[in-house]
Every structure is written in structure tokens, then in C-alpha cells.
């Protein structure tokens, strides 16, 4: 039932506390990051002499120190395509940390930037993905050989007979923009750095701590118990984004490491809007195999992915995510993809939220509106013709995705009706006799939520995936802790930015226990040495609801009979007769 956020009292008052907001040791270094201006150039010296001079500043970092004390991030492909948490003879975006200034305060720091000398030379450039795909292209990392780092082709069912015996071939073309979004809180590192027992100890606001916990202590060289990574429970914000703090919080590890102090970083407004990330831009052919009638039989999709200089971890996970679905909401039984990865002079891509559907669902749901101007039909009745039926659930999709349930039908009748289509149809008619532009547009979207991280092997070739066995990432977790004095707390597996995590599991488990939501407190602070481990911890991908709330009321329940199982001796009644309210 609707109650109160437990989260909201402290957020509209002033009172959260964010991660610039967490105190440092005394004697806390401050961090700045120099930038290249250049896309792509050659780091012929730097000079960092008149920065070191200024009163405040301690250290300057280059890509020598970087690699005396750490390695390149490990990706998803074995291919010579290093990042370092700063540039070494070569820059590749504009954008990318060339230096890192540490000093007694943020502005010392910001200023010493403008005293370090950096001469490059600069190179060409290729930002256009089928540019940087043609043969010859300018290679953004030379010892790859080629800027298309992968390229996969599946094919599912009879797609070629679809095709050949289709009344219609029907194709459009997608160029998907770069996309991004920005959190109300930047980047934030705090790293300290324990000689002695040779331990990481890093507070971020990163949103999927286990997730690139195993690549920051590989890049640190240490072991992943060597590396403690604690997320506040307000991170402010992320949309995705903020996995892309990972190359930060290992720079700033390494700088801790170097400089025998604790080491805080703030991202500023600037930097994030020219050097976080953004989502892959996507050139799309789709192509279907068309009935006369506007059943689709069978689809094609060739795609180009752009995934800037770099391919962070978890990438590609934009181009695969949606991979078992790309069919949609649509019973169509053949299927063919080519799913191609290149590498530009821009930015990292990485997760902006709903990565991979905005560029799959923009395509396909195009297509439909273009099959349907092709055969003269209306859009509405092309999208109906091609749903899933109804009684179809659990329906296996033709690349491999299961659909529990569903009843698109009735929501494509819930839609029309309760979003007044008559009414805006009525609307679009006069504005158009009177010369004025109306479009309505439609689109069935069906959104995997929960994650699989398994999903990114599918990038390998199959041989190498069956050796490595299945993989999945699909867990969560939660503990619901009852207290000596009857206190109930909640720690899970999430990091949440805003959602309100917190309000729902107070509800789930005070429907269990009989208590009311604010009878229970729940921590939502994670931290990778006393939490559960989980390669899926963390909030993305719609994981909380079909996930971490499950867990919690699984947990839940298990109290909730432990509970009734102890006061049956004291009632002398069965622990199933025992009522909770």
C-alpha cells in the first residue's frame, strides 16, 4: 500500500550524506586530473617541474608511476587493447587523464594543472564508426590491427528459406546517437592505503561494487581480498554511469599508494560532462522477411557498435544484453544477427541506463512503422498482427530468451483506451488539415529486467564458452536480522541512487513480521569485505525488484517461520497457527 520514503525526510532536508560528504584523515590529499585536448595524439614529454614548485602541491602522477605500480584492466576480449588509470606514450580521447596533481586542497590541485608542460603531436583521428571500420582506417590501437575488435554472426531457425519465400523484403537504416545522463553527484574516490597489510581500503560511489571489484585488484595487483571497496547508501545518482568510476578509484589507489596518503578525488561538472561515458552510438540494418498481410517471419540485423578508444569492463554489454530478446514483443521464429565492435576516438562507452534496449528498440520498432507505410497498413494493426499470443506463455523467443508471462494484447488495449488514442488521433486529423505537423507514434517494448552477467560470453566463440561452462550472474541477496530486544534490521545486495530501495523492503518485511514499515531499518551501505559476495551486487539492469526485493522476502519468510516455530513451544500451538500481526 502507498506509504511514506523512508529516505525522503533526509534528502529534502539537506541531511543525506553523499560521498563528498564523508570525512578523510587529517593530512588527506586532494586530487586533480590533467586532460588531453587532443582525440588522438603522441605523448612526446611532460614537465611537471612548475607544478611541484607551488606551496600545497606534493606529487605529480604520469603514466610512468601508473605503470610502475599497477596493470592494464582486464577485459572481456583477449586482445591488445590496454587502458591504464592514466594515458602513456599515446592518447586516445579527448578527455583522457594524462597527469594527476595531488595536494593539500582541490584548488592548489586545479591550479598546479595549468603549470604541468605536456607536448604532444597529434595524430588523425576517426570518430565515425564505418570510417573506423573501413579497410585503412587510422587504427586506434596498433598492436590490435584493425579497429573492429569482434565480429559474431548467429543465426536462429530458417532465416534464408523466411526470406526467400517472404512477399516482401522490407529494410530500414538506424544511426543511434551517443546518449548520456547525469547524476546530481559526480564521481567521488576516497582511497587510503594499508602498507602494512597491503590493503586497499577505497569508499566510491560506485554503483556495482563485485562487479569490477575482481578488475581493480588485478590492476593493483593484489588479491581481491586486498581490495575493500564501501559504497555509501546515498551515492547520488547514477543512471549507469557510474561504473565508469572504476579507472578513477584504481588511479586513486595508486596515487594513495604512492604517496603514503589518503587520496580524495571529486569529479567535477566539467569533467563528467567531457570524460565519464556515454552509451555506445549504433548503425543499424534490419531487415524482415514481410507477408503481404504484415506478419514478419523472419529478421536481419546487422550492427555496428561504437565503443570509443577504450572497451571498459563490462563492455560490450550494451551489444549483448538484449541479445536472447531482439525479437521484441514479436512471435517471429527466424533470426539472423551480425553483431560487429569498433573502436573510435571518443569517449569509453559504457552503461547508460536501459543499456542496449534504446538502440535495439529504436530500430525495431522503426521497422514496423516502415513496414507498415510500405504496405499501406496501419501501424497499430502491424504491431497487434505480430505480438506474442497470449497463450504462448512461458514462450521461448527465436535467439534463446525465455518470456515467463505476459498478455501483450491487453495491454495494447490498455494503451488505446486509457492513453486516448481516439481523442490524439481526432487531435493529429485537425492539426494536419490545418497544415500543422501531428505524428503519433507506437512502440512495444518487452525490457529483460534482473541481470545475467553470462550474457557477455556470448561474444566467445561457442567452443571457448563450452569449456568454460555455463555462467550466470543472476543472484541476490538479503538478510533480515531480528535483535535480542526485537529490533528487525535489513542489509541487501543493492546501491540504490534515488529508487527508494529502502521503503520497499521495510514493506516486505514488515508484511512478514506483522510490524509496521517504520519498525524496520535498513542499511543500504555496502561494503565488499563484510557483505555477501555476488558478481550481480549492485543496482542496474531493473535487478532490484525481480531480485534483491525477492530475496528479501524470501529472507523474510524464513524469520517469520523460525519466529513461529519458537513461540508455538511457549503457545502450545502448531508454528503454522501462529499469526503474526
Known amino acids: 500500500q502507498p506509504i511514506e520514503r523512508k529516505e525522503d525526510a533526509r534528502l529534502l532536508t539537506g541531511n543525506a550524506v553523499f560521498a563528498d560528504h564523508y570525512p578523510v584523515r587529517p593530512g588527506a590529499l586532494h586530487a586533480a586530473v590533467l586532460r588531453s585536448p587532443y582525440a588522438h595524439a603522441e605523448i612526446l614529454s611532460i614537465d611537471a617541474s612548475a607544478a611541484l614548485a607551488l606551496p600545497g602541491v606534493s606529487h605529480v602522477l604520469t603514466g610512468a608511476d601508473i605503470r610502475a605500480l599497477s596493470e592494464p584492466f582486464l577485459l572481456v576480449l583477449k586482445l591488445p587493447l590496454d587502458e591504464w588509470a592514466l594515458a602513456g606514450d599515446r592518447v586516445r580521447f579527448a578527455g583522457e587523464a594524462v597527469a594527476l596533481v595531488l595536494a593539500t586542497d582541490r584548488y592548489v590541485a586545479e591550479d598546479a594543472l595549468e603549470h604541468i608542460a605536456v607536448e604532444y603531436r597529434s595524430l588523425e583521428t576517426v570518430v565515425d564508426p564505418e570510417d573506423a571500420a573501413a579497410e585503412g582506417a587510422t587504427l586506434i590501437h596498433e598492436d590490435a590491427g584493425n579497429n573492429v575488435v569482434s565480429e559474431r554472426s548467429f543465426s536462429y531457425g530458417e532465416p534464408d528459406a523466411a526470406f526467400a519465400a517472404a512477399d516482401h523484403n522490407i529494410s530500414i537504416d538506424i544511426h543511434y546517437p551517443r546518449n548520456s545522463l547525469t547524476p546530481i553527484e559526480g564521481f567521488v574516490v576516497v582511497a587510503d592505503y594499508d602498507a602494512e597489510n597491503d590493503l586497499f581500503d577505497i569508499l566510491s560511489n560506485f554503483q556495482g561494487p563485485f562487479t569490477g571489484h575482481p578488475v581493480m585488484a588485478r590492476s593493483l595487483r593484489v588479491p581481491e581480498s586486498g581490495v575493500r571497496l564501501r559504497t555509501p547508501a546515498c551515492s547520488g545518482g547514477s543512471f549507469g554511469v557510474k561504473q565508469a568510476v572504476l579507472p578513477y578509484i584504481v588511479l586513486m589507489a595508486v596515487a594513495a599508494r604512492h604517496s603514503g596518503k589518503t587520496v580524495k578525488w571529486v569529479e567535477d561538472r ?67 544477427i551480425t553483431n560487429r565492435l569498433v573502436l573510435t576516438n571518443k569517449t569509453p562507452a559504457g552503461l547508460v541506463r536501459g543499456f542496449g534496449g534504446p538502440q535495439m528498440y529504436y530500430a525495431l520498432e522503426r521497422l514496423m512503422q516502415r513496414i507498415a507505410l510500405t504496405l499501406d497498413l496501419n501501424p497499430l494493426d502491424v504491431i497487434r498482427r505480430n ?18 508471462s505476459g498478455d501483450y494484447q491487453r495491454a495494447i488495449n490498455t494503451a488505446v483506451g486509457d492513453g486516448g488514442l481516439d481523442e490524439l488521433l481526432r487531435r493529429r486529423d485537425a492539426a494536419r488539415k490545418a497544415g500543422r505537423k501531428y505524428g503519433i507514434g507506437y512502440a512495444a517494448v518487452v525490457e529483460p529486467s534482473m541481470s545475467n552477467m553470462g550474457y557477455l560470453s ?26 535480542a530486544m526485537g529490533a528487525v534490521s535489513v542489509t541487501a545486495d543493492t546501491t540504490p541512487q534515488g529508487q527508494g530501495h529502502a521503503t520497499v523492503m521495510s514493506q516486505i518485511v514488515a508484511d512478514q513480521l506483522g510490524l509496521t514499515p517504520d519498525q524496520i531499518r535498513v542499511n543500504t551501505e555496502l561494503d565488499t569485505h563484510k557483505d555477501p559476495w555476488s558478481i550481480a551486487a549492485g543496482t542496474y539492469s531493473c535487478r532490484f525488484t525481480p531480485g534483491t526485493a525477492v530475496a528479501t522476502h524470501l529472507a523474510a519468510r524464513q524469520v517469520r517461520g523460525k519466529l513461529a516455530r519458537i513461540a508455538s513451544q511457549t503457545l502450545n500451538a502448531p508454528p503454522e497457527e501462529v499469526e503474526f500481526a
Not at 505480438?387 to 515467463?404: C, H, S
Not at 563450452?466 to 538479503?478: H, I, L, N, T, Y
Open 270 to 336: 566539467l569533467e563528467h560532462l567531457s570524460a565519464a561515458t556515454a552509451a555506445p552510438n549504433r548503425k543499424v540494418r534490419l531487415d524482415a522477411a514481410v507477408r503481404a498481410d504484415g506478419r514478419i517471419t523472419a529478421l536481419h540485423y546487422d550492427q555496428l557498435d561504437d565503443y570509443g578508444a577504450y572497451l571498459r569492463s563490462p563492455m560490450p554489454g550494451p551489444l549483448y544484453r538484449m541479445h536472447g530478446c531482439m525479437s521484441g514483443a514479436y512471435d517471429i521464429p527466424n533470426m539472423s
Open 387 to 404: 505480438l506474442i499470443p497470449a497463450g504462448a506463455f512461458p514462450y521461448r523467443a527465436a535467439a534463446g530468451a525465455l518470456y515467463d
Open 458 to 483: 556470448t561474444i566467445t566463440h561457442p567452443d571457448i564458452r563450452e569449456k568454460r561452462g555455463p555462467q550466470d550472474g543472476a543472484v541476490s541477496m538479503a538478510t533480515v536480522n531480528v535483535g
